[in-house]
T-cell receptor, first 114, second 114 residues
Framework: AQKVTQAQTEISVVEKEDVTLDCVYE???????LFWYKQPPSGELVFLIR??????QNEISGRYSWNFQKSTSSFNFTITASQVVDSAVYFC???????????FGTGTSLTVIP | DSGVTQTPKHLITATGQRVTLRCSPR?????VYWYQQSLDQGLQFLIH???????AKGNILERFSAQQFPDLHSELNLSSLELGDSALYFC?????????????FGSGTRLTVV
């Protein structure tokens, strides 16, 4: 069965600090996809990244970076030099190869204090 | 604007009532997915339709039903509403069935049952 665990329920950091959000997943599929979404207070789900199981390259996009490690079934997300606008709930999600549904973690609420 | 339109944005109704949530997928997308985000259950997959046919069911209550019409818009019907049905309901669409590529979420309908 597929499962996504985000052990960090809430994190608070001071502006300009770096912060890493953890995501651990479980799946028996050999082909799967991992995602991160941001949910600001307004409520919409903002897509951040998609990574397939065959691509273990880390990715950097501006202040955001992602570390995918199949050996530990983890897909962690780091925000460098955090800003107040980064305050949101962040969800990690897993999709099987069929793409029929996403399995979401419980989310990590990030508060960046000015 | 993600291209996925959900109406209404907010809905307040009384227990025992029935409501219909509407989703218009992104132009050209054949798949529509419904998710429920509640405080106690998190983000959960409800149901998936592809080109008018039901393809997958998740944790959808029997009081809930959905359909996808020939013009590809979808409706989620919630009946005999209970306080616990208060949640944010998301619709997502994707071009095909069988890949999570292009999976796009709408901005959600916030349902409050009083």
């Amino acid at each position: 069965a597929q499962k996504v665990t985000q052990a960090q329920t809430e994190i608070s950091v001071v502006e300009k600090e770096d912060v890493t959000l953890d995501c651990v997943y479980e799946t028996r599929d050999t082909t799967y996809y991992l995602f991160w979404y941001k949910q600001p207070p307004s409520g919409e789900l903002v897509f951040l990244i998609r990574r397939n199981s065959f691509d273990e390259q880390n990715e950097i996009s501006g202040r955001y970076s992602w570390n995918f490690q199949k050996s530990t079934s983890s897909f962690n997300f780091t925000i460098t030099a955090s800003q107040v606008v980064d305050s949101a709930v962040y969800f990690c999600a897993l999709s099987e190869n069929t793409g029929n549904q996403f399995y979401f973690g419980t989310g990590t609420s990030l508060t960046v204090i000015p | 604007d993600s291209g996925v339109t959900q109406t209404p944005k907010h809905l307040i109704t009384a227990t025992g009532q029935r409501v219909t949530l509407r989703c218009s997928p992104r132009s050209g997308d054949l798949s529509v997915y419904w998710y429920q985000q509640s405080l106690d259950q998190g983000l959960q997959f409800l149901i998936h339709y592809y080109n008018g046919e039901e393809r997958a069911k998740g944790n959808i209550l029997e009081r809930f039903s959905a359909q996808q019409f020939p013009d590809l818009h979808s409706e989620l019907n919630l009946s005999s509403l209970e306080l616990g049905d208060s949640a944010l309901y998301f619709c997502a669409s994707s071009p095909l069935w069988g890949t999570p590529a292009g999976y796009t979420f709408g901005s959600g309908t916030r349902l409050t049952v009083v």
